[in-house]
């Protein structure tokens, strides 16, 4: 949506129900997606990373609060850290700052 603004582009919302908002699209978690799991260049990854960026730039446009609170992302298996450094990877080339490996002394702070 704010990149729709940003833009200037008009945005349609059809809803099946007589009601705004009964589904889906009353159903938004608030999370502005940061853009790890998506491969770098991807469509889903640049329309993520241009997102995420005109989201903040709106919200602090228009004083809106939005909260930058991170992601923990955790193996709980050998067998899936593999998955943990592709998702690092991603991360990195998607222009995420702030990524960094925790231990479990770090992730008890």
Known sequence: MALAVERRLSVVVLEAESRLAAHQSGNNSGVIHAGLYYKPGSLKARNCVEGRGAMYR????????????????????????????????????????GLERLGSEGIRE
């Open 58 to 97: 709106f919200c602090e446009a228009h004083g809106i609060r939005a909260e930058r609170c991170g992601k923990l992302v955790v193996a709980t298996e050998e067998r899936e850290l593999p998955r943990l450094d592709e998702l690092e990877r991603r991360g990195r080339a998607n222009g995420l700052d």
